[in-house]
């Protein structure tokens, strides 16, 4: 019987927690919307001097997010030719902007935990293999022994290539 009575106690007191919670938030909201409305008000209030400051205070805060954004878009660029050079990403425009737009939604120290782990990153060593000419151990007799037998090999043949 106690079980049950404590059961009902702790979920009494989460439902007290969640209510207390959504109540908080509650308040917080309207703090937020009393606030926002004051800032309303007091910009209908302003003197014309007011008004230019605040326009000029707007326009320089403007220009610098939209010089900050190009600087990201920079180093996004920069980081995502990186990959390319190092083989991380497909040489192809469509590839790199991609790239670009997923940085672009990095915070900074995000895009900077990247940026270290690109460059300390190796790119991809892929190396082509070609023909030097470089026959070790076969003699001029036996290629022509193979260019006869038109691609058939026998013991023969096998015995000629080994020098036996």
Known sequence: MEACADDDKSELKEAADEVEKEV???EKEDEKEEKDEKEREAQDHMTPV???LAGAFM???AEEEREAYRVRLRRAYDVGMEMQRKG???PTRPALDRQ???MMEFDDKAFEAFKRSVASAQGSQVKNASD???NVGITEEVEQTTSKT???INAETLAALWGE
Request: no cysteine.
């Open 24 to 26: 908080d938030e509650h």
């Open 100 to 102: 670009v737009d997923n």
């Open 132 to 134: 030097v000419g470089l």
């Open 150 to 152: 038109s691609g058939k």
């Open 59 to 61: 326009k320089k805060k």
């Open 50 to 52: 007011q008004e230019k």
């Open 88 to 90: 991380l990403l497909p």
